[in-house]
């Protein structure tokens, strides 16, 4: 059997559009595979509800910080990053609705770094550099 490394590093080889086709078909076997969670959902929704009460933690307890090392060094941030690319369509999702800094997010996950030197400070031209990359690679519906 593959580690999640193993799999995560196969994956880096494939084309972007087929790296997001494999995350959702992993994401919907790892849910019918596993069987009910605990709480009786799947692990799909238990995912979900984990990366919203992470991300709830993490904006309320960093809400005042200035320092982006603290915002991304909080223990609720890199719960989020722990969970892989699994988490890369909510983070597109909440970048979406609200310019936040996930930024050390998604380069840590996705070894990627989209926002051209000109752009580095917009917080804004950096979130819409992240969504172009991210609808490119199907994990943001156009």
């Known amino acids: 059997m593959s580690t999640l490394l193993e799999i995560e590093a196969a994956a880096d080889t494939l084309p972007p559009e087929q790296q997001a086709e494999l995350v959702t078909l992993l994401s919907a ?3 019918r595979t596993s069987g009910p969670s605990e709480t009786g959902g ?4 238990d995912v979900e509800q984990e990366f919203s ?10 809400a005042f ?3 982006l090392t603290e915002m991304a060094g909080h223990p609720a941030y890199q719960r989020i990053i722990g969970m892989g690319r699994l988490a890369l369509p909510m983070i597109f999702r909440e970048l979406a609705t609200e310019s936040d800094h996930w930024f050390w997010a998604l380069k840590a996950i996705t070894g990627c770094d989209p926002v051209p030197p000109s752009h580095r ?5 950096m979130a819409a550099d992240w ?4 609808r490119s690679r199907g994990y943001v519906q156009p």
């Open 29 to 31: 076997r790892l849910a």
């Open 121 to 125: 400070g917009n917080i804004e031209s």
């Open 42 to 45: 799947d692990d799909r929704v």
């Open 65 to 67: 910080s200035s320092s």
């Open 131 to 134: 969504l172009a990359w991210g």
């Open 53 to 62: 009460r992470m991300t709830h933690q993490w904006r309320a307890e960093t």
